[in-house]
């Protein structure tokens, strides 16, 4: 069966300093990859998708950047974080489906930019 | 573009009471559409999902029916419990790789 994998859980992280969240899924090859952010009590952003390696698409401009190194791996970085950076990120594959695809979620990662 | 628009909370039943949470979309063609949801510091789980006009996904007791002529897809549960209280997602999937979510809907359940 197919597993996602998200981490660290929480992370609180000093304005200006570097950024790196990763995701990788297991139990299915080729999947589709997405970047979400939720900010406090509020709906979900998609901020990027993947639909291959190195193939990357950003919904929203921004302090942020994902990569796709592998085919079951993919990464959101920060160079310098900004407060409004914080909020609670989730990664999700997807599976097609005969209309639209079916979105599973890790764990998330709440961060918190001081 | 495509949109889900569902029913501002929070929402706050007492137990054993009956629950809808209403949701609406725009989309062109006939996407599928879903509900999720989510635990506090959780990431967010699929709830049930439904494909096409007519079909009525269900799980945990909650149901909602796909309708095409009304453009909505309602989520319902007979009888409440407080470890239902979450926040539920609103969810379409149509033409290509996204899936477009609403607001959330965070529903509190008393004892």
Known sequence: SQTIHQWPATLVQPVGSPLSLECTVEGTSNPNLYWYRQAAGRGLQLLFYSVGIGQISSEVPQNLSASRPQDRQFILSSKKLLLSDSGFYLCAWSVKLNRGTEAFFGQGTRLTVV | ?111
């Open chain 2, 1 to 111: 573009g495509d949109s889900v628009t569902q029913m501002e909370g929070p929402v706050t039943l007492s137990e054993e009471a009956f629950l809808t949470i209403n949701c609406t979309y725009t989309a062109t063609g006939y996407p599928s559409l879903f509900w999720y949801v989510q635990y506090p510091g959780e990431g967010l789980q699929l709830l049930l999902k439904a494909t096409k006009a007519d079909d009525k996904g269900s799980n945990k007791g909650f149901e909602a029916t796909y309708r095409k002529e009304t453009t909505s897809f309602h989520l319902e549960k007979g009888s409440v419990q407080v470890s239902d209280s979450a926040v539920y997602f609103c969810a379409l999937s149509g033409e290509g790789f996204k899936t477009i979510f609403g607001a959330g809907t965070r529903l509190f359940v008393k004892a």
